[in-house]
Structures are given as C-alpha cells and as structure tokens.
C-alpha cells in the first residue's frame, strides 16, 4: 500500500513562522508513514469572483496541489482570536469556481502554536467552522492547541523531548483519520 500524501498548509507568510517551524517538525515525526508537501499560500493573490471564469495560475496551481492530496494538516497561527488573512484567502481560492471546489470530502487536521497559554484554540475554532461548511473531514481530536516555548522544539528543529510523546501521537491520530476517511 502506498503512502498517503498529505499537503500541509501553513497559515503564516513569514519567514521566521513558528508555525512552520512546528510544521517541519511535525514531519519529521511520521516521514516514514506519509509523503509531506508544504503548500505555499503566500503567492495567491486575493481571491475575486471576477477570476471564476479565467483563474490566475496561482489559483489553478494551488488547486490542483490540494487536490491531489490524500489529506490536508493546516498549521495555523491566531491573528485577532481568528484565522491569518493568507488562510481565509487560501480556503476562499480553493473553494471556487462554485461547484469545482477542492475540498469537499478531504479529510484534514488542525493544529498550531502561539506564546500564549491557549495557544491557537479561537484560530481553530473558526477554521473548523469554514471547514464544516466546506465540507471536508475535520479531526475533532486530539485537539492541538500548543504553546510556544522553550524546549518545544530542539536546536535541529525537531520536536523536543517534552511535546514528543504527545505530538507524535497527534500526528499518528491524524494520518490515522486520513486512512479511515479516504477523500471522496
């Protein structure tokens, strides 16, 4: 049986993101059980009904990726007690031209990091709520609300001896889930 192929989406465009940071770490922990692409959102010009009929190839590329993957793992920060701006334009651009939508049926999981205490639960809150209504497969738990700090990820960026019992089981739990609820 061959590997499942599993896009990751980062919700975050900078460059020092921990949540990219998270991300690739997260990888690392189950790279011989699933095939990882991150998928780049930060190139995708703001989505505009008016590209429905003739698309930009960023929208056409960004489709087609998420397509063509087996399940989705979003890792997101919290901007305002919401989702970051490239996020919801990355969910809006895959979800058109009405009735060509990408995301109908894949199953995803959400996790992310912040500095605070409740990490990125209100993020996720409000992601579940545009993904419910996109219709994909969302892992309702382990929930992955995880607080940035020292020792969460080590020097070689992986994850650190701390979180690693717990992460590695999340991401278990997720590709798990990706198996169970094959796209469709």
Known sequence: M????????VGSNSKTSINKQLALALVKLVSDKAD????????LPLYNRDFDADSPKEYVDFR?????KDGILFVTPEHNRSIPAPLKNALDVGSRPYGHAVWGGIPVGLIGTSGGGAATSMAQQHLRNVLAFLNTQ????????????DGLLNANGEVGEGSHKFLTGWMEQF??????????
């Not at 061959?2 to 989406?9: D, L, Y």
């Not at 990882?36 to 190139?43: A, N, P, R, T, W």
């Open 138 to 149: 969302t892992m309702a738990q382990p929930e992955g609300f995880i607080q940035w700090k």
């Open 64 to 68: 087609a990726k998420v397509a063509s």
């Open 175 to 184: 590709l798990a889930w990706v198996n169970k609820h094959p796209k469709g």
């Open 2 to 9: 061959s590997k499942p192929q599993i896009g990751v989406i």
């Open 36 to 43: 990882f692409e991150l998928i780049d959102i930060g190139q």
